[in-house]
């Protein structure tokens, strides 16, 4: 047994007062300024757009309070009506499968694989390519004439025809409940028709085009 003698053993040095003070303080410096931004950007916008909801105000002058009297009028347009029910279905569909999907994905990256950090870096892909390239991408796999997911399906006699995914509005609601990346490239579905629809109407504008031409060959003649 070893003697160590008392003016040789390590006393516990006191903390200094100041680190009782300085973590609070600097918690609250650290949190004001993304609390300042949350609020400017977004509480004072939102809060701002559900007020000025209730009025008739419009640009360059202030309005009165007029109740609902605005939702009413929405509610009876038919367009106000299909984007509610797109935005709802998206929003509790999307919500359900991305946790459903997520935490299946969690738990099996959880368990001992073979091959787990290649499979790994395969799920933060979608965020590493960029929005453009992935907003291409999708659009691509959702065209109606050269889409992969059609080829693949005739290849293996489940389907007889290409799907237009975009052209129809069952299956545009359907595909935009794919991973993130494919919003971009489907949000254009909502403001512009789908490729086939632009093909369709070019090919009708040159068939009416040509159709006046031959009237007014013969018509000269």
């Known amino acids: 047994m070893v003697l160590v003698p008392d003016d040789c053993r390590r006393t516990p040095r006191a903390r200094s007062p ?46 009165a309070w007029i109740g609902l009297e605005n939702y009413s009028y929405l509610w009876g347009d038919a367009v106000a009506r299909l984007a509610l029910f797109n935005t709802l279905f998206y929003t509790f569909v999307a919500s359900v499968i991305k946790f459903g999907l997520g935490l299946w994905l969690a738990l099996l990256l959880n368990k001992h694989l073979p091959f787990k950090a290649f499979l790994r870096a395969i799920v933060l892909l979608p965020f590493i390519v960029p929005t453009a390239l992935s907003a291409i991408a999708f659009w ?52 512009r028709c789908s490729p086939a629809c632009r093909r369709s109407r070019r090919r009708t504008t040159r068939r009416r085009a040509s159709t006046a031409h031959r009237r007014g060959s013969n018509s000269a003649t």
């Open 140 to 191: 691509w796999i959702y065209d109606s004439q050269f889409s992969i997911i059609s080829w693949a399906l005739m290849r293996m006699g489940v389907i007889h025809e290409y799907i237009d995914f975009l052209g129809e509005p069952w299956n545009a609601r359907v595909s935009r409940r794919s991973p993130p990346t494919s919003g971009e490239a489907c949000r254009s579905s909502r403001s």
């Open 18 to 63: 100041a680190h009782s003070t300085i973590a609070p303080s600097s918690g609250c410096c650290s949190c004001c300024p993304p609390a300042t931004l949350l609020l400017v950007f977004l509480t004072y916008p939102l809060g701002l757009g559900t007020y000025l909801g209730f009025t008739d105000t419009k640009i360059g002058r202030s309005g």
